[in-house]
């Protein structure tokens, strides 16, 4: 009884250094833990100025709450917050999308203004037949009056989505469950099949109207605006501007009807996918922008046309109305290079605007990233302290990069239970082998 009392103190005792150094192991709160023993895409997060993690880490990055495995250091945010705010990126969406939609809203005001136009020629003539009262009754039959608040909507619709799914950016690259869907060898980014049903949802009814629907009404615009004056006299000889003349692209209108009749199927992701891949995420697809440019000059265009014709109007020559235009009219376009939305760094690894998208059930969904995302001002300033003293330890550490600094710094308690040296921890060993020894020679004499 006696060698057994003794048996169950000194055991214990002389295994509580190995436990009590697995159990502050287990327990450490210094660091993040590694959430999965595949590495980061570093290099992604490197082109955009960012130090990154070899490893994901379970942690919190205040700016995208939703992430739960992080390959961004905390202090990582301080630079996604520069680029994204102070660096203008954000502004620059805002800026880019106010742009189109207002070229689109202006282009449907000025229409409503060509359709009252066409409404008083049609009841100045009096024949029952005539080449501008027929052009009149057909513009007027599009009724785009009725429809352009919905149209606002529609536009504004599509700003507030772009703008939001762009914000989603940094966090989607910061969080590790999104790095399997970047294939560095092909070029591809992989998006989920609800971030599909998010675009088709907030750009069907814009893409449509002017990829398809508002081609046939501006061409016969054109006709009537460049052919009759307020009086209703047709001028065989006009000549309609062929730099305004707006084309149907047979695909894009076969994909969108296609999209636009089965989208409430059970199979609608394969009507609507070709839409979705024209997407891309590290700058403005000009498919989700049809004619922008063109349309832009084509309202200064009827804007110089009908003032002509107002002019006209109030001083009411009998003759000489209509000025038939030469059809050289010159467009000024921006012959710019297509831009980043976000700003690679000088040492960039990889060139997002070179890669392609594709979509399937499971991917990256951007705009669910973004409505998550807290890069603003608010969360900056409750997390710029700390994350000025990080960055601070980690210059005066010199830690290697990809490591976040509290990874290299173990907790006092752990080094005391592990005995501070190898040599201790070779002396404990011997210790309790010579203890137990003593023990089992202690019961067999017994």
């Not at 229409?111 to 501008?132: D, P, S, T």
Request: hydrophobic content about 40%.
């Amino acid at each position: 009884m006696k060698a057994a009392f003794i048996a169950a103190i000194l055991i214990p005792m002389f295994l509580a250094p190995a436990a009590a150094t697995q159990s502050t192991s287990a327990t450490k709160p210094a660091s993040p833990a590694v959430a999965n023993a595949k590495g980061c895409n570093r290099a992604l997060l490197q082109t955009y100025s960012m130090t990154g993690l070899d490893v994901p880490a379970i942690d919190k990055i205040e700016m995208c709450p939703s992430i739960t495995r992080t390959c961004c250091l905390k202090q990582d945010q301080q630079i996604l917050f520069t680029n994204f705010v102070h660096g203008g990126e954000y502004q620059a969406v805002v800026d880019h999308y106010t742009k189109v939609v207002g070229a689109y809203y202006g282009l449907i005001e000025k229409l409503v203004e060509v359709q009252e136009f066409a409404h008083g020629v049609k009841n100045n003539i009096v024949k029952k037949i005539a080449n501008c009262k027929l052009l009149a009754e057909r513009i007027g039959n599009f009724e785009i009056s009725q429809v352009r608040e919905q149209i606002r909507q529609n536009l504004n619709k599509l700003q507030d989505f772009f703008q939001t799914t762009y914000s989603g950016f940094y966090c989607t690259i910061c969080n590790f469950d999104n790095h399997k869907y970047f294939d560095m060898t092909t070029q591809t980014v992989f998006f989920s099949e609800k971030f599909c049903r998010d675009i088709v949802e907030n750009t069907l009814h814009t893409l449509l109207l002017f990829h398809v629907d508002i081609v046939k009404l501006v061409n016969l615009v054109t006709k009537f605006i460049s052919s009759c004056d307020f009086t209703g006299t047709f001028n065989l000889d006009a000549v309609s501007p062929s730099n305004y003349t707006f084309s149907v692209i047979n695909d894009n209108m076969q994909n969108l009807q296609a999209c636009r009749d089965n989208r409430n199927k059970r199979e609608w992701f394969s009507y609507c996918k070709d839409i979705c891949t024209n997407f891309n995420i590290a700058t403005f697809s000009e498919y989700f922008q049809p004619n922008v440019k063109l349309i832009a000059s084509y309202t200064a265009y009827l804007t110089k046309e009908l003032a002509t014709q107002t002019q006209a109007r109030a001083s009411r020559p009998l003759l000489g109305v209509l000025s038939t235009s030469t059809g050289k009219i010159r467009i000024l376009q921006e012959s710019e290079k297509v831009k980043p939305i976000f700003r690679p760094g000088v040492d960039a690894k990889c060139d997002l605007m070179k890669f392609k998208s594709d979509f399937l059930a499971e991917g990256i969904s951007l705009y669910d990233e973004g409505k998550n995302s807290l890069i603003n001002e608010s969360t900056y300033n409750s997390v710029k302290t700390f994350l000025q003293i990080l960055s601070s330890q980690q210059n005066n550490a010199n830690t290697n990069p990809g490591q976040n600094p509290a990874q290299t710094a173990k907790p006092a308690t752990q080094t005391a239970a592990a005995g501070t040296t190898p040599k201790n921890r070779r002396l404990n060993s011997a210790f309790i082998g010579h203890a137990i020894t003593a023990l089992v020679a202690l019961l067999l004499a017994r």
